[in-house]
Nanobody, 121 residues
Framework: VLLEESGGGSAQAGTSLTLSCRTS???????MGWFRQTPEKEREGVAI???????TYADSVKGRSVIAVNNSKNLMTLQMNNLQPEDTAMYYC?????????????????WGQGTQVTVSS
């Protein structure tokens, strides 16, 4: 599966941004996820969604982010609201066949190249 992120950029704190991950394959049987990384921190999970559509969010984004999958368009999105400077990071999408490795796990089968999000106060 090839994954390509888009939608990153610069944003002001308090605004919203929607990231997209376009896939080369039908992803209805995959667990999909969003991760982020900064030069100072290890890659961390932001949100994941399993094949039936159950979502898990990191505490840092819970309540202000929504992960969604559109199987007919081979597309996953992450809407982030009320952006904060600490959301600044490179955002990666990931996919894993059939089951979810977990939001705290990094052993996912497929990764995109990332899209940069920079939030200024």
């Amino acid at each position: 599966v090839l994954l390509e992120e888009s939608g990153g950029g610069s944003a002001q704190a308090g605004t919203s941004l929607t990231l997209s991950c376009r896939t080369s394959n039908y992803i209805g049987n995959y667990c999909m996820g969003w991760f982020r990384q900064t030069p100072e921190k290890e890659r961390e999970g932001v949100a994941i969604i399993d094949a039936p559509g159950r979502a898990t969010y990191a505490d840092s984004v819970k309540g202000r982010s929504v992960i969604a999958v559109n199987n007919s368009k081979n597309l996953m999105t992450l809407q982030m609201n009320n952006l904060q400077p600490e959301d600044t990071a490179m955002y990666y999408c990931a996919a894993h066949w059939a089951f979810c490795p977990g939001i705290s796990q990094l052993k996912w089968s497929f990764w995109g190249q990332g899209t940069q999000v920079t939030v200024s106060s």
